[in-house]
């Protein structure tokens, strides 16, 4: 199974934390968020790796081929994270990715194996939705029919009329797959769309009549690493837990 993780971007709003390690290596409970994303992927049975890079790739790269050394992993670099934004970067992704059924998640993610687990066993074309806790109204998020039937998806969405918080962890078929790098493609490169979040393809493949179902989380642990608030908050909660077991079983490691 195939998992792409987007882990180009700077990340102004971390600095200091971020001025000479990407967001992405940044240490959450002890552990860096791509390592654990990594482990927990592989613990649910993925596979092949396909990582969105740019602001110090070189260190992520570095890192990954320490952490797992044999990992099948295809790392794909976006020379223009400066100015760009996730939806262009997934688009780099699609030689990749297209037409495979592929999980993918946003770089700075720090979840629960249980959310990953959870979409796994609901079945491809579905998305991770936080209903517990506060929603603001940056956060991306969700409205959904009563069959949890996504209709609406974005920061635009009303906190009220929302189902909850996409958290950054999606599932697709290989059907959808396809439909979603064509609206990528049309709304990016057609449409010169370089700097809008991919959840605006989401939207355009559900209006054009895709259907992607929102999984509710419940209380399971997701949240992104946005701002050092962010940091602080994961940093706290996860020192109330155990400490993550960074190893991989043997089988897992042989891929």
């Not at 596979?47 to 602001?55: A, K, L, M, P, R």
């Not at 290989?174 to 790098?181: E, N």
Request: aromatic share 8%; charged share 25%.
């Amino acid at each position: 199974m195939k998992a792409v993780i987007l882990a180009a971007g700077c990340a102004t709003r971390l600095r200091p934390h971020s001025d000479d390690t990407p967001k992405t290596l940044l240490p959450v409970g002890g552990v860096p968020i791509l390592r654990r994303s990594i482990t927990n992927l592989m613990r649910c049975g993925f596979d092949q790796f396909v990582i969105g890079t740019g602001y110090l790739e070189h260190m992520v790269r570095e890192a990954v081929a320490a952490w797992f050394p044999n990992l099948d992993v295809t790392f794909v670099s976006n020379p223009d994270f400066r100015t760009t934004n996730n939806a262009y970067s997934l688009l780099l992704t699609r030689p990749h990715v297209e037409r495979d059924p592929f999980m993918l998640l946003d770089g700075d993610v720090v979840f629960d194996i249980d959310v990953v687990e959870e979409l796994v066993d609901r079945g491809p074309d579905c998305l991770a939705v936080r209903s517990v806790g506060e929603i603001g109204l940056e956060e991306v998020k969700v409205t959904a029919d009563n069959y949890d039937r996504v209709l609406a998806i974005g920061k635009h969405v009303p906190v009220r009329s929302a189902m909850g918080e996409s958290v950054g962890i999606e599932l697709f078929s290989a059907a959808s797959s396809k439909r979603l790098f064509e609206a990528l493609y049309q709304r990016v490169t057609v449409q010169g769309l370089v700097n809008e979040y991919y959840e605006a393809a989401f939207q355009q493949i559900v209006d054009e009549g895709s259907t992607l179902y929102g999984v509710d989380i419940g209380s399971m642990y997701a949240t992104e690493i946005d701002t050092i608030d962010d940091l602080r908050a994961a940093n706290a909660r996860l020192a109330q837990r155990p400490s993550f077991d960074v190893r991989v079983d043997a089988v897992r490691l042989a891929v």
